[in-house]
């Protein structure tokens, strides 16, 4: 393999090269601030998983250096993120029972599936698939993800006991047990929780009007969970609020994250196939836009198919050192970026803080309250509902409307696979069915241009014996025979017509069974006395068209411009009328939508 090669696969031979003291700097001090957020939240999104929270500090440390070797992002924070914790809970939910030694195996196989698939993908250059994921889609399966995982951590605000995998199941399971509520767990909860808002929005103004400087007073900011955690956990062991009731964290190991091993079972194997897909693509779509979006700001670039196999070194990693799935975090990478990281090595130096704080650390947080976790969690993703998705795609996209609440309807309803594999679907049938039924113009000349455009939104000339259609869309197998149809009914009940002419300038493919359908509509305009020409043809598509049978059958012409057609084609009143713009024939008032 050339060096060149084995850059490619090993990012970090490039930007390691240029390495220096200035690099160093940004990246240590991003390492810190990252490692201070991602504590809390590696723990709470563990508990929502449904696993011990030192998953989420070993899910959080040996994928995020195999993330900084072949990674392309230098600012991209690898890790847990709530919604891919909410998809594993509800994938191994399925297969195991929670805080069984089966559902912790299920999670590293899920891991590690979620790996291989992510790494194959990006061997093979598969990074467009990702692509069938619209964005309303997606736009709409967080924000109802979002909703779930709030609403799945009320219990621990609450201090109940309670289930369920929809939004139905939680809520009628919270009503079931909500005379069981540990009213000290309550106040717990709802103070870390409006502490964690009034963070967000109201402690960096205060501290810039006491006079802390920018860069300090964001640091603090985002320190507020620690301190959330720390306060939290002090008056639980300083009060002895755990014997009345109020659930702990409890032990958790101290140490490096252990080599695990995950399972090889063809049968559990085979249960989260489907779900390790899903996740690896709503990761991978989610990591990548984040990468995209921090890369454009500082005129860098990343490559997707690389990030695919970075995100599977990362995922591979966690599971065999007691992870979970993880992937490119939206919030603790905007974090990073914006406290100065330069190149992956930010986040090498922030899983070396993490390893000392699992190490070092983990005792402190015996007396934890789940229900801190909780309130870190809630503000977390409350964040990400939007639902104003609902009201920009219908205003722009009755189709996309249908996808974006279809997706969410069915999240809340139905659980997070469902969700997901329904906007999936929808997304490809809608494409399908508007592909099927491409935008058909019927066009003429603007006078005094050369320019053709849509007779029922311009003044334009036209000729009655001449018919000039525009296919705005490729022709495929989908949608020939609704061309081939919309020829046959424009042609029968206009006869004064002698010439059709096809503008072809934004058809960019013609498959097998469109050349088949171009065939019978040159064959059925010849038994109607009817010349079909073609204009603007593209030079790959005409590439294409000399290998067939199809130009020599062809009863009129391929003209290289459609201005070039109309000349040759219109009788000679028409060439007057192309001579004086003045006399403009056929002004329609029809409306339709060009």
């Keep these: 393999m050339s060096a060149t090669s084995l850059a490619r696969y090993l990012p970090i031979l490039q930007w390691g090269r240029t390495y220096d003291r200035h690099a160093l700097t940004g990246d240590l001090l991003a390492s810190v601030i990252v490692t201070i957020m991602l504590i809390p939240q590696s723990l709470a999104y563990a508990l929502l998983a449904g696993l011990p929270p030192e998953a989420g500090l070993y899910a959080s440390i040996t994928p995020i250096m195999l993330y900084a070797i072949f990674g392309t992002s230098r600012a991209l924070a690898v890790g847990p993120v709530a919604v891919v914790s909410l998809m594993t809970a509800a994938a191994i939910g399925n297969v195991a029972e929670q805080g069984t030694m089966g559902y912790a195996v299920a999670a590293l196989t899920l891991a590690g599936l979620s ?23 997606i736009a709409g399966f967080i ?8 609403t799945s951590q009320i219990k621990h605000i609450l201090g109940v006991r309670a289930g369920g995998d929809t939004l139905p199941e939680m809520v009628v399971s919270l009503a079931e047990n909500l005379i069981a ?48 955690v720390v306060v939290t956990t002090v008056a639980v062991w300083g009060l002895g609020l755990d014997a009345k009731g109020v659930q702990i964290v409890g032990v958790v190991p101290q140490g490096l994250p252990p080599l695990t091993l995950p399972s090889f079972s063809t049968n ?26 921090l890369a454009a700001k500082r005129r860098q670039r990343i490559d997707p198919d690389q990030e695919l ?24 990478s905007v974090v990073n970026f914006d ?53 920009r795609s219908w205003t722009y996209s009755k189709a996309d409307f249908v996808a974006v609440a279809a997706t969410i309807a069915l999240t809340l309803m139905m659980g997070v696979e469902t969700g997901v594999s329904t906007g999936v679907v929808l997304s490809i049938a809608l494409h399908l069915y508007k592909s099927s039924r491409p935008h058909i113009a019927e066009v003429g000349l603007v006078p005094g241009t050369q320019h053709f455009r849509n007779i029922h939104r311009h003044t334009v000339l036209t000729d009655p014996t001449l018919l000039t259609i525009r296919i705005d869309e490729s ?16 042609v029968a009940t206009d006869s004064p017509i002698t010439n059709v002419v096809l503008m072809c300038s934004a058809i960019n493919e013609i498959d097998l069974s469109a050349l088949e359908s171009l065939e019978a509509i040159n064959h059925r305009l010849r038994t109607m ?23 020599d059958a062809l009863t009129g012409q391929v003209f290289l411009s459609q201005y070039d057609a109309m000349r040759t084609l219109a009788p000679k009143q028409g060439l007057n009328d192309l001579d004086n713009p003045s006399h403009a024939a056929s002004i329609c008032s029809r409306s339709a939508v060009e």
């Design 115 to 137: 790996g291989a698939i992510l790494l194959a993908m990006g061997l093979l250059r598969l990074g467009f698939l990702a692509n069938f994921l619209s964005h309303p889609v």
């Design 309 to 332: 196999i970075g995100l599977g070194a990362a995922n591979i990693g966690a599971a065999f050192t007691g992870g979970y799935p993880v992937t490119g975090g939206f919030a603790r």
């Design 529 to 551: 006395d009817v010349k079909l020409h073609l204009s603007e043809v593209k030079g790959p598509v005409m590439d294409r068209l000399k290998r067939s049978h199809f130009l």
């Design 268 to 293: 559990l194997i085979g249960l989260l196939l489907l779900p390790a897909l899903l996740i690896s693509v709503i990761g991978f779509v989610e990591s990548v836009s984040v990468a995209q979006t």
């Design 143 to 150: 924000t109802a993800s979002g909703i779930l995982i709030a």
């Design 475 to 490: 022709l495929y197998f989908a949608n020939a025979r609704f061309l081939e149809d919309y020829v046959a009914d424009r």
């Design 181 to 228: 509520t540990n009213w000290i767990t309550l106040l717990i909860g709802i103070g870390a929780t409006g502490f964690l808002f009034w963070v967000r929005k109201g402690l960096k103004p205060m501290l810039r009007h006491l006079g802390l400087g920018p860069r300090l007073a964001d640091m603090v900011t985002k320190a507020g969970p620690v301190l959330a």
């Design 339 to 391: 406290a100065g990281a330069e190149t992956p090595a930010a986040g090498a130096f922030t899983a070396i803080g993490l390893a000392v704080a699992a190490i070092a650390l983990t005792p402190l947080i015996y007396f934890l309250p789940t229900a801190a976790l909780a309130a870190t969690i809630i503000v977390a993703v409350l964040s990400l509902v939007d639902f104003s998705i609902l009201e």
